[in-house]
Structures are given as C-alpha cells and as structure tokens.
C-alpha cells in the first residue's frame, strides 16, 4: 500500500508546485481591476484536486487563481441552478420563461417572473451593485474580495467554453451565458437583501399612486397588521432555518472545542450549498460549504475554529409613514418641506409578448413598497404611503465576512472579523475553537431601531406591529425621527457590533432561530432592543428540545465528534415527549372509539390509540407510529390555539418545560384523530406504517427512506415535505438539513471533521455526485473530511485536474 501511495503523492506534489510555480511567473493584475476583459486574458490557472463524493479541494497561488478554481468548479457540478441564478440577477426571466411563471424563490420572495425582472432589473440599470463594488473598504468590498469574484466569473466561463453541458435542465439552453463580475457581484446583493427588499419585491414593484391603473385602496386594520407582520418575520416559517451548537473545552473528552451545524435550507433551487476546500498556500486554508454562486466559504473551518450559521430573529428592516404633499402624491413632506420622490422606470421583455414598462418610486429611505405580504397591505393614498428601509441594500460585505473568518484562528479571532467586516444580513454565527472556546453572537446587519426611537417615532401602526415582530414604522415626516449611526458602526444607520447579543466561553452556545435569549439556558442573553428580538415569551418545540439536548450533553460531559453525530440523528420528538402519551389517554378514552371527523361524519380511530401509546416517540425512518402522530400533531396544533392545548402554561422563569402536559378535554383532539385516520386510510397507508415508507425521495428510480421531522414536532434534524398521498406521502423533500458539519480537535494536527451533504453535490442526473451523500444521508452515514494534505493526497478517490483560461 505504501509502495502503490508514494507515486501519487509524489505526482500530486509536482503537479501542485508545477501550478504554483507557473503562476507566480504571471504577472498580478491590479487588485482593484474588475475589468472582465482582463480576467478573459489573464491567464488565470488552478489546481482541482477531487476526493469522495466529488468534492474538490482547490489549490492556487492568490485570490484570483482561487476564484478561478472556484467558479470552475461550481459550474461543473451546478451549471443549469447558476445559470438560472444569473438570469434572475439580470432581470431576464420573463424573457425567457415568461412573465406570470414563478421563480424557485432562492434569490428573492417575488411570486412571479415579472415582478422578479422589475425589481432586479431596476438595480442593474440603476448601478447599485457598481456603486457598491466602487465603494473602499470596510463599508464596501476588499480588494480580495473583489479579486475573487473576478477570478470566479473567469472559471464559470472558461468551463462554459471548454465543456459541453450534459444536464437536461439546462442542455443546449439559449439563457446559459458567460458572467462578469458584476454579476457575481449582483447574486451576492441579492442573497444580502433576501430578507429586506428581497421579500418586499411583489409590493415594491407593486406601489402606485393614487389614481393610476393598479392602485391599491384601503385602510390597515391594526390588530391584523400586527399578527400579519409577526408571521411575515417569523423565522419559523421560513424555507430556511438551522441548528448549531458548540460546546466548550471544559465539556469535551479533549478539552477543546466542538462545534455542531446543521442548516435547514431548500434542497433544490438556488440556495444549495455546495461543499470545497479552498487553499492558498501560507494565506488561507479553509473547508466548507458555500451558497452556489458565492466564491467563499460561508460556513465550515480550519485547522484551529470552526462556525456555523442560524437564521436570525433580528427584524432587518423598517417603514417610514410618509405624509404626502397635498398637491403631489409623488412627493413628501420632511419637516414641512416637500421632497419630490424618484422615479425608475424599466422596462422587461416578455417572451411571446410585448414588453412591460413599469415605474417603481423611491425616497431617501427607500422604496415605497405596497405591502409586506397579503396580510400587511400598505395603501398608497392621497395621504400617506409607506417606504421600506433595507440597510443591507447597502451591504456587499457578507462574503469579506466569511473570508475573514476563514482566517481565523480562535473565536476571538471569529469576533473580530465580524467586528471588522459587519457584512453578515440575517444570520446568527456559532463557533468554536480548538483551545476550548465557544462563542455565540448576532452580529447582524440591522436597522438601528432603538426602543426610545420606537417610543418617540411610532405612528399608530408601528405601535402594533414592533411589540408583535420587531417591525418599527416609524414618522417619515419628521427629521427628528431619523435614524441614528453607532461610533463602531461601518455604515451608517446600522447597529455596530457592540450592541449585539453575544455569549463568550459559556460550556455550550446553542441556536435553533429563536431570538439570543436563550442561547445558553443558564446564562440568558438580556437587554437588547426589541428588533433584535424578544425575551420571556414561548420558545418553539425545536429551540425547546434542542436546549434540553444540548444542556444534557454539556452536563455529561467527556464529549466527542461521535456524540455530535449522534445528536443529528437522534430524531427525538419534542412534540411527542410531551402530547403523545396523553393523546394517547384522550384517544382511549373516547365513547365507543369514534370521534367526528372536520366534515361530520364518524371515525373509528380505536386503533390509533395503540400506536400512539407504543410509538418509540422518534422520527428514525423504521419508526412506527411517526407518521400518524405527524399528521394529527399538524392538524391539532393548525386548528386549536396553543392556550386551549396545555394545562400548564407557559412560564418565563422554566421557559424550556414549559407549556406541558397535553389537555385531553382540548376542544380539537377527537377531531385531528379522526381527521387524521381517515386520511391515512384514504391513502391506503396503514396506522403503523414505518415513517420511510412515506417519507422518502427517489434517486435514480430507487426509493431512499429519510428520517427527521417537520418544524412543529421539533425535531433537531428538519425535514419538510409537501404531502402528497397519492405519491405516497412525503415523497420529495423540500428543505431541511443540507449542510451537516460536526468538527473538533483531538490534540493533532488536523481538526477531526465528519460531513454530509445531504442532497449531493450535483443537481445534474447524469453526475455520479447526484445521490450519492443523500444515500448516505437515508442511511445515517457520514463523509470522512479530508483537511490536511497527507488526508487529501491519500484518498483511494483522488483525481486532479489542471484548470485554466485558453487564450
């Protein structure tokens, strides 16, 4: 074995000094250039070397030479989902899928293409992101940065040019086209205000004055307004969430970190990720996982930290009530004195149409928008119209943020790339290191929205919307009411990272999209402005579950990676530990085993009542009883308020035990058990039917069995499917865990990581990285990483591949 390891080792070595070698002979070009001609003709090179599953680890001699590698790379695997990315950030759908077809939602909430064009189209035309890109660091852009995204639109069209796209999505399609760099640049501002803008884009797009074809009509109903604006920003309801956790040297076996991250985003569609090592020698080596599209590490680690990311409960941005100038629907007033507001007129072109021209209007404090989803309408009147604030629309940090932290070597080093760079939008970060330490934070891109500013500045609205959401609307008319900056802040009107919540070296940190409070359960996190969150109010069955979990481990102590592959799969039931057994109660004791069905008639659901009892209380894919409590715990919890269900509510002082114990008399029981049995036997799905029965994918025409459950079971390891019983039940995931990490330290020189990308590297039927980790994912099996170079260069795997520019 060793004679049959030293040619390869020794091939490798040469080929990768050949590389280096070859590349430092070229000339650098300015690190400021982001002309995509000299990215054409630049010469640019990298060295690809694969190992399992397709993962590449990519080796270059400077920023550019990554990128390169890097885009090369991406486009390999992903070509059809980036292409399809670019003609969004372009404003080309309707062009080329029509206008009322919907986007796959990955770049924006837009419900339509043509709304999509109007808004993405309306920032290219208007030079936003070249703005961005012009701007000197911190508030903008790092010459590295910039390097990157340059070297990775040279890599995505050096393999356009050099390969022939095998994946049907996308084969012979006239919308795959070469990139620049400010494309790349535009698919990173996107994903920047996904939360803010993004979201709004339906109502931005939407808003027209009064008078005109189109206009809404109407007032706000405040009580609605306000519960509409909570479940708009309720990161429980998002296609994306996660789970992390890091426990602290004194809990581990080693006495060094150990850092859990399990991200819950789409499994099909732009917002993949998509897993590579990137190294430049003496500079940066990190490993991980990006979002497709991006030319760094967003989450992963190296040899000393590693982090992970959670969907934030900060509320990123506001409203600004506009009084408008009697004479001028079009103009507001500021102090008394009218501000005329600008217009942006674009025009999309539609396929088998004409075109569509439309005007979006925009004030100092942004668009007017009108709505926040259907149930928050915002009418523009003669009076009064509404503008959405986004301070990440001035945001093009995140990736600065993410190379910065792949730097680092600790998690105070962790904390001050977040503190330098303060580019992440709408994501907490959890991190741990190999001297023992933990951190958590949201430093975040917020608004700076204080509650003495709320106080002060509230119309009536914004009275009902910021207790209920975090959703400040606030006195546009008065200069008074402006939005101040912090001295540590590096853009204006934005929190500095000193206000946010942290948590330092606490023996674990953990987050599951609740607000900061409960990071640690023994140490909560008080006293931060509303919009960052709230505190002393119910967290969910997954935040619940998990701090149980995690807190028992930190107690047991003597922790390893192992542990940490367990608790992912787990599949423990929150929700089930705490109704089952009295659903169960309630179930028997029903008269003569019926129970009244939603639309009258009577059920047997006698035997339910058994495998209630006798379910193993687990989501495992072999687990009895799963899917009937699934689909009764969804029913019940859908159609009877969370007071009505527990006998003890919920207390501020036990906010994890508390509410509990199921009430059998809540009105709603008999009705979700019948509701739910006659569904199932409708479907020809017995009671007690194991849950990979009917909830599973299929790859390549075999049936995978997938374990985990849905966010209102509370499962660590999230899945969600839409139900289709006539394909089975659960029959394609939708999102869920995707990115799975679970690293630490033993002492040596590499760091002990085990990953799994749980829908595979490649979108493309036709990779052998199509299915090949979700197999393992249906089987609870991980992926070995491979950090170091003797790791890397031993694989029984590895291929490598010189890539570069034809000139």
Not at 418 to 444: E, H, I, K, Y
Request: one cysteine or more; charged letters at 20%; glycine letters at 12%.
């Amino acid at each position: 074995m060793r004679l049959s390891t030293r040619p390869i080792l020794r091939r490798v070595a040469l080929t990768g000094a050949a590389l280096l070698a070859a590349t430092a002979a070229v000339p650098q070009a300015s690190a400021a250039a982001t002309d995509d001609r000299t990215a054409a003709g630049g010469g640019l090179s990298a060295v690809i070397r694969y190992t399992e599953n397709g993962v590449p680890h990519i080796l270059a001699r400077d920023y550019a030479h990554l990128g390169f590698g890097t885009g090369w790379a991406q486009a390999a695997d992903q070509v059809c989902v980036l292409a399809d990315g670019f003609v969004t950030v372009s404003g080309e759908r309707s062009r080329w899928f029509g206008a009322d077809a919907a986007p796959d939602f990955s770049l924006s909430s837009a419900t339509k293409n043509l709304s999509s064009d109007l808004y993405f189209k309306g920032v290219r035309e208007s030079g936003t992101v070249e703005k961005l890109l012009a701007t000197p660091a911190p508030a903008g852009p790092t010459e590295d940065l910039e390097e990157l995204m340059r070297g990775w639109a040279a890599g995505y069209n050096a393999w356009l040019a050099q390969n022939k796209i095998t994946d049907p999505a996308c084969k012979g399609a006239g919308w795959v086209r070469p990139v620049t760099t400010v494309d790349v640049a535009a698919r990173g501002f996107a994903v920047s205000v996904l939360g803010g803008q993004g979201r709004g884009i339906d109502g931005i797009t939407a808003a027209r004055p009064p008078g005109t074809v189109g206009s809404p009509t109407g007032p706000t109903a405040l009580p609605q307004g306000a519960e509409a604006a909570r479940e708009f920003f309720d990161t429980g309801r998002y296609d994306m969430g996660s789970n992390a956790v890091a426990f602290a040297g004194s809990t581990t076996a080693s006495g060094r970190g150990l850092l859990l991250g399990n991200p819950h985003y789409p499994w099909h569609g732009g917002r993949r990720f998509w897993q590579f090592q990137q190294t430049i020698p003496g500079e940066l080596n990190v490993s991980g996982a990006s979002l497709l599209g991006t030319a760094v590490v967003n989450i992963g680690f190296n040899e000393k930290v590693a982090w992970s990311h959670t969907v934030a409960t900060g509320t990123p941005v506001n409203l600004h009530q506009l009084a408008l100038d009697p004479a001028d629907p079009t103009a507001y007033l500021v102090d008394g004195t009218p501000e005329r507001m600008t217009r942006r007129t674009v025009t999309v072109p539609v396929a088998g149409g004409a075109p569509v021209t439309r005007t979006q209007w925009w004030t100092r404090y942004g668009p007017v928008v009108s709505d926040l989803g259907p149930g928050l309408p915002l009418p523009w009147t003669a009076q009064t119209a509404y503008a959405l604030n986004d301070p990440n629309a001035a945001n093009l940090r995140g990736s600065d943020t993410a190379l910065a932290m792949g730097k680092a070597r600790s998690v105070a080093g962790v904390q001050d790339a977040l503190r330098r760079t303060q580019g992440l939008p709408w994501v907490n970060t959890v991190a741990a290191d190999s001297a023992g330490g933990t951190l958590f934070t949201q430093t975040q891109v917020l608004p700076r929205i204080t509650d003495e500013l709320v106080a002060r500045c509230s119309t009536p609205m914004g009275r009902a919307t910021y207790p209920a959401s975090g959703l400040a609307v606030l006195d546009g008319s008065r200069g008074d009411c402006v939005i101040g900056s912090d001295p540590d802040a590096v853009q204006p009107g934005v929190f500095g990272p000193g206000k946010a919540p942290t948590l330092r070296d606490a023996p674990y940190v953990e987050n599951s999209n609740d607000s900061a409070w409960l990071a640690n359960a023994d140490r909560p996190l008080t006293g931060y402005e509303r919009i960052w969150g709230n505190v002393a109010t119910p967290r969910s069955p997954r935040t619940r579950g998990a701090v149980e979990d995690v807190s028992a481990m930190a107690a047991k102590g003597r922790l390893t990676v192992a542990d940490l592959q367990k608790q992912q799969f787990a599949n423990r039931v929150p929700a089930g530990d705490l109704a089952a057994a009295d659903a169960a109660k309630a179930c028997s004791a029903l008269p003569g085993g019926t129970a009244t069905a939603s639309d009258g008639g009577a059920v047997d659901v006698s035997a339910a009542c058994g495998v209630l009892a006798s379910w193993d209380r687990t989501t495992d894919s072999t687990s009895r009883g799963a899917l009937l409590f699934d689909r009764f715990w969804r029913k019940l919890t859908a159609s009877t308020p969370a007071k009505d269900l527990w006998l003890v509510p919920f207390s501020a002082a036990d906010p994890v035990r508390t509410p509990r114990t199921l009430d059998q008399a809540a009105p709603g029981i008999g009705r979700a058990l019948a509701d739910t049995v006659a569904e199932l036997k409708a479907a020809g799905i017995a009671l007690d039917a194991p849950l990979g029965e009917h909830q599973f994918v299929v790859r390549g025409g075999r049936k995978l069995p997938v374990g985990g459950g849905t966010e209102a079971l509370g499962v660590w390891n999230k899945i969600e499917a839409p139900w289709n019983a006539a394909a089975g039940g659960y029959a394609e995931v939708a999102h869920g865990s995707s990115h799975i990490q679970a690293v630490g330290w033993d002492g040596g020189r590499c760091p002990v990581a085990r990953t799994l990308l749980t829908y595979s590297q490649s979108s493309n039927p036709g990779s052998p990285y199509y299915a090949d980790q979700t197999r393992l994912y249906s089987e609870e099996r991980w992926v070995t990483a491979r950090f170091c170079e003797r790791d890397i260069l031993t694989s029984p795997k590895l291929r490598v591949a010189l890539v570069r520019e034809r000139r």
